[in-house]
């Protein structure tokens, strides 16, 4: 029998080696998370994946399950934390949801809904990023990177092309393009590539194909995030 640990009084099994999100997420258990991968080694950035184990609390990503350890994730105060660092990140980043084409697929998105948010109650930053349209079949919008660096390690890990790096530190922490310009047509990144289509927002997106699947019909639009635990695999097959 697989050890358990308990995860909002429901028993979780696991194998040796996984942390609790990884756990929950193929358990289909949900535990709200951007920044996480079930493809990739977890990054701890986030911290919406944060929980209290054993009171404590602890990114659910990076925290390895224990056998009979008493997990809790969905609590009033756990999802007000949870709330405000979704708010900070649409403040930090022009967000404008009904006219980006990700809506419905976009994980942010879903996240912000789940957690009933309906303001982004700080005042917003409206950063002026530029919008790289050099590539061909690729569109590049850094204003709405949240810093998950998914694409930097699917381009590394999986790729082997280094097409993505995150520069700068604290506030000036910026998504850059790996290239001799900057611009993405002078990188090596394909429309195929794993790094094109691990973005949980709508940084990447692929040129010409928008609306294939009409708003309405997308997986968040179908059910809540919650209801799916991960829907990586789903989204990224657009």
């Not at 701890?44 to 609390?57: A, I, L, N, P, Y």
């Not at 349209?133 to 890990?157: E, G, M, Q, T, Y």
């Amino acid at each position: 029998m697989s050890a358990t640990f308990l995860l909002d009084g429901r028993a979780i099994p696991f194998s040796e080696g996984q942390t609790i999100l990884q756990a929950a997420v193929a358990a289909g258990a949900y535990i709200p998370h951007l920044c996480f991968h079930p493809d990739f080694k977890p990054h701890g950035s986030c911290k919406v994946c944060t929980v209290k184990v054993g009171g404590r609390q602890s990114a659910s990503c990076t925290t390895a399950a224990a056998a009979g350890a008493v997990v809790e994730s969905d609590t009033p105060a756990i999802n007000a934390e949870r709330l405000a660092l979704v708010q900070m990140l649409f403040v930090e980043g022009n967000h404008f949801c009904p006219s980006c084409e990700k809506s419905g697929d976009c994980k942010l998105q879903a996240t912000a809904c789940d957690l009933g948010m309906v303001s982004p109650h700080f005042d917003h930053f409206f950063p002026d990023r530029p919008v790289d349209a050099s590539h061909p079949d690729l569109l590049l919008d850094f204003n709405r990177c949240i810093l998950c660096s998914l694409c930097v390690r699917a381009s590394r890990d999986v790729d082997g092309k280094n097409a993505f790096a995150l520069a700068g530190r604290g506030l000036r922490t910026r998504l850059i393009v790996n290239s001799r310009t900057g611009r993405l047509v002078d990188s090596d990144v394909s429309a195929g590539d794993r790094a094109v289509h691990v973005c949980p927002v709508g940084v990447i997106l692929p040129k010409r194909r928008g609306f294939s699947v009409p708003l309405g019909r997308r997986v968040f639009d179908l059910k809540p995030i919650s209801a799916v635990a991960d829907a990586s695999a789903q989204i990224e097959e657009r």
